[in-house]
């Protein structure tokens, strides 16, 4: 099989971590007789610099003629630090999601048996934790109208939701659920919001076209509490765009490293593959970052958009084998073990597939 993914590596440690799943699925296509055509482009603070803008329509045009996206992070501190900035790379990646229609990300949260004692949480509660969020991403309070009025001195940000926006996330986490162990939770604040109402009200009507899922309604904050006291009590939960940017970070560190954790945002178009943590500024160009997420990224990338699950199950039993000899960079290292840099920690996995 042919395919052809934009590879946009973005800012901070992105293209270093996007370098090293590159090589692992350059060995994947190598070792399964598959060809991958690569077409870099601009996005976020590297975009800015060079063009102007945080997503440029060029790149947009990549994006929309590749069978997916691999996407490594974006943001700058230049940016971070100065509030007043008119313009800033994380208007690109709203600007991406809106022009690709990526309303759904998927995020699951898993733990590896190697790293279990690595968790800031006790193995008892989290051991078995297998979770997928599905997390609304192009509505809500960060696509809603906000300003200031009274001479600056008030702010507002208006969070608006519509049916349709609500159904279509919906019903991919029932038929997510219903690949799974059919548990599906909606996460709102339905005790306050007129959103939330709406969001629970259009599930509850959604139940009976899917008979054999299990659905519960829990408020944010409760779920905010139970996923570090039972995470593995959950399975799908869906929730709104501020919610799922909060709850996701949050279960983003049961399994003992951001690093660890790969993405998906899905939608009308070409779907986007990327790890959950951030630019990680600070670790630019010292080829210490986590490349593993971004790896896995990649194993989602094959499976979902390609339909290739062996392929990607390679590519999890290898990083598996990585954690388990600790083939690791300095974030999971242990306090006497040998850290790998980030280009080693690749070579050893392509060396290993």
Known sequence: MKFNIALLAGDGIGPEVINEAVKVSDAIAKKFNHEINWTPALTGACAIDAVGVPY???????????????????????????????VRPEQ??????????????????FTFPSLIDNSPLKRERIEGTDLIFLRELTGGIYFGEKGRKDDGETAFDTCTYTRVEVQRLAKKGFELAMTRSKKLCCVDKANVLETSRLWRETVQAMEKEYPEVTVSYEFVDAVAMRLVQWPNSYDVLITEN???????????????????????????????????????????????????????????????????KEEAEAIRAVVNKSLEQGIVTEDLAGKDAKAYKTSEVGDWLVANL
């Not at 045009?61 to 230049?78: N, R, S, T, W, Y």
């Not at 991406?96 to 949260?109: D, I, Y």
């Not at 790969?262 to 009308?268: D, F, I, L, N, T």
């Open 242 to 308: 501020l919610f799922g940017d909060i709850l996701t970070d949050e279960a983003s560190v049961i399994s003992g490293s951001m690093g660890l954790m790969p993405s998906a945002s899905v939608g009308e178009h070409t779907s986007l593959y990327e790890p959950i943590h951030g630019s990680y500024p600070q670790a630019t160009g010292l080829n210490i970052a986590n490349p593993l997420a971004t790896v896995l990224s990649a194993a989602m990338m094959f499976e979902d958009a390609f339909g290739l």
């Open 56 to 86: 440029p329509d060029e790149t947009h045009e990549i994006c929309m003629a590749a069978d997916a996206v691999l996407f490594g992070a974006i943001g700058h501190p230049k940016y971070d630090n100065d509030p007043s900035a008119p």
């Open 92 to 109: 690109g990646l709203l600007l991406m999601r809106k022009k690709l229609g990526l309303f759904a990300n998927v995020r699951p949260t």
